[in-house]
């Protein structure tokens, strides 16, 4: 049986939206620390180039948290293999010829996709 209800609103939103139920603030919300995450040492050239270039534009807007390490370095690892497979892409092209003489896609274009479902996510 799943969940009763809308998903609760994280505390912020519901402020920011003026609290149109009126019911009272969740106090005991959980708070991550508002601290710059380390860079993982697994990320490639691409993706540290691509969290160098991240980082610094969440810090103003002021929503990065300890908590979104993780999640910024696998956001960083998908456009390290987007750029990646796009470039081979773009050299060997989108059809290619199988062994079997058919004409087929070429097997980066689900990885391209793939990798843009990622970040639109």
Known sequence: MGYR?????????????????????NDREPQPRVVTPKCPAYLDDRAKQEWRRLVPILKRMKVLTEADGLVLGNLCIAVSTL???????NELGILYKAPSGYVMQSPLLPVV???IDTISR
């Open 5 to 25: 209800g809308p998903i609760p609103k994280p505390t912020v939103i519901e402020i920011a939206e003026g609290r149109p139920g009126r019911r009272p603030i």
């Open 83 to 89: 750029v990646r497979a796009q470039a081979k892409l």
């Open 113 to 115: 996709n793939s990798c």
